[in-house]
Structures are given as C-alpha cells and as structure tokens.
C-alpha cells in the first residue's frame, strides 16, 4: 500500500544551531509510526515542520503525493493533517460539540437569523466518538468535568470528523493515570483500523511498544536507528535514544 504521508530530508536549522537534519519516513493507512527520542532530540521540531508551523531549511513534506512544504498550518489541516498537541487545546468551558466544532461551528437560520446549531453539534460530537468505542455520559456536561482519557478522545474525536487522513499525537498520555494510558492506547487502535495514519511522538517506552507498527528513534537531531517492535528491545531503543548510531 502506498504511503499517504513522505518525510524526506527535513532539516531545521536555528541560526547557527541545526536542530534537526537530514529525517525521513514515510506512514502508510492504518500504521502507527512512534517518533521516540529523550527531551531534545528534535521530535517536537520534526512534527511542527510536517504541520506547517517551521518551515524547513531543506526537505520536504508530503501528503498523497502533494507537496506541503511551504503552506501554512490551515493549509496542512485542509489537506487532511491534524495535529493534537498535549495542551490538546480544548476550551474547558464548552460540551464536546462545541469544541469538535471549535472555529468551524454549525449555525441554523432562525427568522433569517444565523444562531449556533447545538443540538447539531452535540449529536455529531456523540455519533463520531461512539464510532470510537467512547460513551460520554453527559454530552452538554463543559469538558472540564471530564477525565483526561475523555478529554483525549474528544481532540481524537475532531480530527476524525473532519476527515483527517493523518493525527499526529504529541505525548497522549502524559499525565494521565494507568486506566487513562489504556484507553488512549485503544483509541489509537481503533483509528488504525479506520485507516488513519498516525504518528505518535513518546519518550515512553510502554507506549511506544504498545502502539507502534514501526519505531522511528531521533537522537540529537538525526534517526539514529528504525526498527519495528517485534525486532527490538528495551535497551536498545534506550541505547539508541543515547547514543545516535545506526
């Protein structure tokens, strides 16, 4: 299956500092690719130059064959990217609805009148995340009432209604209890087998061997090595994460 996403040669360089250099993958439909690295080791940089917020000194990006490089993020959430960052930027004091629509929000006419569509949007917010296995016992209930794993599920949610082909998730579970990490991580599979790409950037090494199809270990700006789960270890993508050899 061709891949629906192609990284090739990204590199960003910071005045004299090169933070990132010579990075490429690909991710195919259905695939989890795990950006694993310690604190400093470019994975945060790599996806801010996939989504459009740096450009890259040299490289490009490309989604189904189009070239991205050079757009702005709204162009490269257009072409079906969504990234959920570990802020997820939610509004804590709105329902699901309203912030699965967030910026894009749902109006009836009323009299000729433009109001808010809110049954609309709760209705969709219910629908999309119950394809997700995730039941949300109130959905006027603001999210702040919410657990983190719900919060996850809810930026989860958005990106798959609104068609995204690839979600690139930034440290999902951060901060959340064991119970959470597990719901996070069945979430991720279950938009495997919807077809979406993902690319899941951790230090985390249960999640990187509960989620990945394939490991992608950034050691000091460069990839210090590839490997797929069931080829590795532990150590090595610890040794890998220190060390910065193939």
Not at 10 to 26: C, I, M, P
Not at 56 to 80: I, M, Q, S
Request: aromatic content about 4%.
């Amino acid at each position: 299956m061709s891949a629906i996403l192609k990284i090739d040669g990204l590199k960003k360089r910071f005045g004299g500092n090169v933070a990132v250099e010579n990075v490429s993958f690909e991710v195919h439909p259905g695939e989890c690719v795990v950006l694993a690295g310690d604190n400093g080791a470019g994975k945060s940089t790599v996806i801010k130059m996939i989504s459009g917020v740096f450009q890259p000194t040299e490289g490009k990006v490309y989604k189904d064959g189009e070239l991205l490089t050079g757009k702005a993020p709204e162009a490269v959430r257009a072409a079906g990217i969504e990234t959920i960052y570990q802020d997820l930027a939610l509004a804590d004091n709105l329902d699901p609805g309203l912030n699965l629509y967030l910026g894009r929000e749902a109006t009836r006419r009323i009299f000729g009148l433009p109001f808010l569509d809110r049954k609309k949007m709760r209705d969709d917010a219910v629908e999309v995340m119950r394809s997700l296995g995730i039941v949300v016992p109130d959905p006027a209930a603001p999210v702040r009432d919410m657990s983190g794993g719900q919060r996850q599920a809810i930026a989860i949610a958005r990106a798959i209604h609104w068609q995204a082909g690839i979600v690139i998730m930034d440290e999902p579970t951060a901060a959340l209890g064991v119970p959470e990490q597990r719901e996070v991580m069945a979430l991720i599979e279950r938009m495997k087998k919807k077809g979406v790409g993902i690319i899941l950037i951790s230090h985390n090494l249960p999640d990187i061997f509960a989620a990945a199809d394939r490991i992608i270990v950034l050691a000091r700006g460069v990839v210090a090595g590839e490997r797929r789960p069931d080829e590795t270890n532990d150590e090595e993508i610890v040794r890998m994460m220190m060390g910065a050899t193939l």
